[in-house]
């Protein structure tokens, strides 16, 4: 299913209303798990002042901004347990690793130790998958809903794909699920392979 979601018809839905649809959705989950996939290794975040920070070679700074949130990412991850929920991720790395990747890894890094699930796969893992092409980046709320996230050419987002149908939904889980059992906690990847891994410059 991985594969073929992007030949699938759904909902076409601009950036405003992929956000308001996936607010909506994720703050009455209950009892349920969020799944993603991330493939894409190059995207852009103008948004994020840690992002912009790192890009132009501010590391310290960069990484002093995603310190900050981490009282408010416990926070958020002690009420998703609260209601018996989880987020999932698997983030795919290829080697050599972008500057969006480094940044990327910090973050995730600081997100699992607050609480959200996230291991590593290198590519190979999706090989069954890639004979064509990459397959997409993919978000699942619980049993109502599967996203697939689209990005302009410069790697910003600007809006998804929904599907609803629950074959679509189940067939992308289970594909998902298995990437993610034999995937590497990314404290482990990232103890390993980040020392010594060069930062941005100032551009």
Not at 90 to 117: F, M, N
Not at 124 to 143: H, N, R, T, Y
Request: hydrophobic share 35%; glycine share 4%; with cysteine.
């Amino acid at each position: 299913m991985l594969n073929s979601v992007s030949s699938l018809p759904g909902d076409h839905l601009g950036l405003s209303e992929y956000d308001d649809d996936f607010g909506d959705r994720f703050r009455s989950l209950r009892n349920a798990d969020v799944w993603k996939l991330e493939r894409q290794q190059e995207f852009h975040e103008p948004e994020s002042e840690s992002w912009m920070a790192f890009l132009q070679g501010r590391r310290e700074e960069s990484l002093r901004l995603m310190e900050a949130d981490r009282p408010a990412l416990r926070k958020l991850f002690e009420g998703l347990a609260q209601v018996e929920c989880r987020v999932r991720r698997v983030r795919v790395v290829e080697k050599p690793i972008s500057t969006y990747l480094l940044w990327e890894l910090h973050s995730a890094r600081i997100r699992a130790q607050c609480g959200e699930d996230i291991r590593v796969i290198t590519p190979e893992a999706l090989s069954a998958f890639e004979q064509e092409s990459p397959v997409p980046e993919i978000v699942i709320l619980g049993d109502e809903v599967t996203y697939r996230i689209l990005y302009d050419a410069q790697g910003e987002a600007e809006g998804a794909v929904r599907y609803t149908d629950p074959a679509v939904l189940e067939q992308c889980r289970a594909e998902i699920t298995a990437l993610h059992e034999q995937a590497e906690p990314v404290e482990d990847y990232f103890v390993r392979e980040m020392d010594g891994v060069e930062t941005p410059r100032a551009r």
